[in-house]
């Protein structure tokens, strides 16, 4: 029955891979021992020793999700043309192999 709960529990918490070399001087992992003390809930609050941790919530101004609309748009763009190329120059040298494509006459 705890197998089944944790196998349930990881599915709807996937496990997440720190990134130690970021951490601030004084900060260090916790050791084995220390892992029970640790937990996560569904909607990624965290708790240590039952309680939870007390995390502040970033809250974006006009201009910074103005930048971050024109980022992404900028990303999906290239994304697009990154898929169009690919497209074209798989057709091109499916012509030319004689495989399924939409070749000129």
């Given amino acids: 029955m705890a197998d089944e709960d944790e196998r349930h529990g990881m599915e709807e918490v996937p496990l997440r891979r720190p990134a130690v070399n ?21 909607h990624g609050g965290f708790y240590w020793q039952g ?27 290239v994304a697009m043309s990154a898929i169009v190329q690919g497209v074209v120059t798989y057709n091109q040298w499916a012509c030319t192999v004689h495989w399924v494509a939409i070749c000129p006459r």
């Fill in 22 to 42: 970021d951490w601030p001087k004084g900060v260090r992992k916790i050791g084995i021992d220390e892992l029970d003390c640790l937990g996560i809930d569904k």
């Fill in 51 to 77: 309680k939870q941790v007390n995390v502040k919530r970033i809250v974006l101004t006009f201009g910074q999700k103005m930048y971050a609309l024109v980022g992404i748009t900028a990303a999906a763009l």
